[in-house]
């Protein structure tokens, strides 16, 4: 079985210290858990003041490697269209990734518009991630709460665009479930559950969503292994733990 990490990140973090971020960290947790690749992001592009700079970085870490790069974009920033134009051409991005909550703006404004429309152009995936680290252990920094009706509005408004919601926890499934059962193009990454037992159980007997959910660990941001086992040891089929490592929900979206 061929499994991959859909979310997975590099780069240092500004408010505390990660002892393994490196890509040879992270591709050293992905071989000891027998994960083939990942889809990587970069922390270090959530806070430059040029993201750009930390994709060219991120890049050149990927290079040859079979790892692919989904681009981080503050659509507030000027040049953002052609950071993702360089994206595509010359570093063969896959997806994008927003971070709304860190950078200030809703969903509903109308960069975000400007860069849905981008990414129509260019048949790229949205990857929304809601937050990075718990909010209870910030002090520095408190970003802005990335709210579960923003979201379900969002999705509602752009029916067509493939999309992953990245680091949702329980309770925002729960409250937009219907609207992502209604969406054919949404899917979840399973960083985001973590804030209680039985997660996996939870979204297929409450829910109905596990046909929308792919494995992403966050690492190297968080835990590896707590995201891991909550989903080797949960009480689910195999068939559906396989389904899950191995990104079938969106094998038709991304490049597997």
């Known amino acids: 079985m061929k499994k991959i990490d859909v979310s997975s990140f590099v780069g240092t973090w500004p408010f505390h210290k990660i002892d393994h971020c490196t890509f040879a960290d992270l591709q050293n947790i992905h071989q000891k858990n027998g994960i083939e690749y990942g889809f990587v992001s970069s922390t270090n592009a959530i806070f430059y003041n040029d993201p750009y700079e930390a994709e060219l970085e991120l890049a050149k870490m990927l290079k040859g490697t079979k790892y692919r790069q989904v681009m981080t974009v503050n659509p507030r920033l000027p040049a953002w269209r052609e950071d993702i134009c360089r994206g595509v051409e010359s570093m063969g991005i896959v997806a994008v990734r927003i971070h709304p909550g860190y950078h200030g703006y809703e969903l509903g404004d109308d960069c975000v518009k400007e860069l849905m429309n981008t990414l129509q152009e260019y048949s790229l995936p949205l990857f929304l991630t809601s937050r990075m680290e718990d909010e209870r252990i910030t002090y520095l920094l408190h970003a802005r709460e990335v709210h579960w009706s923003e979201v379900g509005t969002?999705?509602?408004?752009?029916?067509?665009?493939?999309?992953?919601?990245?680091?949702?926890?329980?309770?925002?499934?729960?409250?937009?479930?219907?609207?992502?059962?209604?969406?054919?193009?949404?899917?979840?990454?399973?960083?985001?559950?973590?804030?209680?037992?039985?997660?996996?159980?939870?979204?297929?007997?409450?829910?109905?969503?596990?046909?929308?959910?792919?494995?992403?660990?966050?690492?190297?941001?968080?835990?590896?292994?707590?995201?891991?086992?909550?989903?080797?040891?949960?009480?689910?089929?195999?068939?559906?733990?396989?389904?899950?490592?191995?990104?079938?929900?969106?094998?038709?979206?991304?490049?597997?």
């Open 154 to 256: 969002f999705l509602e408004k752009y029916p067509n665009q493939p999309i992953m919601l990245s680091n949702f926890r329980l309770n925002e499934m729960r409250a937009i479930a219907q609207i992502i059962q209604n969406h054919p193009q949404v899917f979840m990454d399973s960083s985001g559950l973590k804030d209680a037992i039985f997660a996996l159980e939870t979204v297929r007997d409450e829910y109905h969503l596990e046909n929308r959910l792919v494995f992403g660990s966050l690492s190297t941001v968080s835990c590896f292994e707590s995201m891991y086992l909550a989903i080797r040891t949960a009480d689910a089929t195999e068939e559906l733990k396989t389904r899950i490592f191995t990104g079938e929900a969106m094998r038709n979206i991304l490049p597997l």
